[in-house]
């Protein structure tokens, strides 16, 4: 059974700052993995998609890795700023059966002015 | 307009009772999908659907059931609630065509307090 652990569970940091937000999952064989942001109270916005075949994607000042061997990927946010606040949720999109996406219980992240 | 809508955005309701969510979507997806999150639980898949013919259980689908009205629209119903499905509750679709890669995108969800 696929499991997906996102560290750390909230992190702090002062706005200005380049950061990683960290996921793992246990099962390689893996279709795909997103990154989602979720504001309080708020649906999920889908902020990257990485295939399988890929190693990273961007999207402004975000940039999503995928180690399928390892079982990780890395969220990376450069400059942070206060409007970054938010938590952000890993899911992975498994290959076998039905293709449905398991996820992690995400980071929240504030980011100080 | 938003593509993934859910009604209503908040519900607080008593044990017994029955209640639906409902979704709609105008992105033209055949998949759709009902998730509910707990505090430290992430999000769990309730029920899913291929097309209008076409409905599966996820992991938690015990207390629930759907109905795939149309491809727009995908109702979540609780016969009788209990105090333990107050969650967040989402509906997400996504499209099976090879160019999407099965990203799938979410309504605002919808607050559900049993009391």
């Known amino acids: 059974k696929q499991e997906v652990t996102q560290i750390p569970a909230a992190l702090s940091v002062p706005e200005g700052e380049n950061l990683v937000l960290n996921c793992s999952f246990t099962?390689?064989?893996?279709?795909?993995l997103q990154w989602f942001r979720q504001d309080p109270g708020k649906g999920l916005t889908s902020l990257l998609l990485?295939?399988?075949?890929?190693r990273e994607q961007t999207s402004g000042r975000l940039n999503a890795s995928l180690d399928k061997s390892s079982g990780r990927s890395t969220l990376y946010i450069a400059a942070s700023q206060p409007g970054d606040s938010a938590t952000y949720l890993c899911a992975v999109n498994g290959v076998t059966g039905f293709q449905k996406l398991v996820f992690g219980t995400g980071t929240r992240l504030l980011v100080s002015p | 307009d938003a593509d993934v809508t859910q009604t209503p955005r908040n519900r607080i309701t008593k044990t017994g009772k029955r209640i639906m969510l409902e979704c709609s979507q105008t992105?033209?997806?055949?998949?759709m999908y009902w998730y509910r999150q707990d505090p430290g639980l992430g999000l769990r898949l309730i029920y899913y659907?291929?097309?209008?013919?076409?409905?599966n259980k996820g992991e938690i689908s015990d207390g629930y059931s759907v109905s795939r009205q149309a491809q727009a629209k995908f109702s979540l119903s609780l016969e009788s609630a209990i105090p333990n499905q107050t969650a967040l509750y989402f509906c997400a679709t996504s499209d099976a065509s090879g160019s999407s890669y099965n990203e799938q995108f979410f309504g605002p969800g919808t607050r559900l307090t049993v009391l």
């Open positions: 990485i295939q399988s075949s890929q």
């Open positions: 992105k033209g997806h055949d998949r």
């Open positions: 099962d390689s064989a893996i279709y795909n």
């Open positions: 659907s291929f097309d209008v013919k076409d409905i």
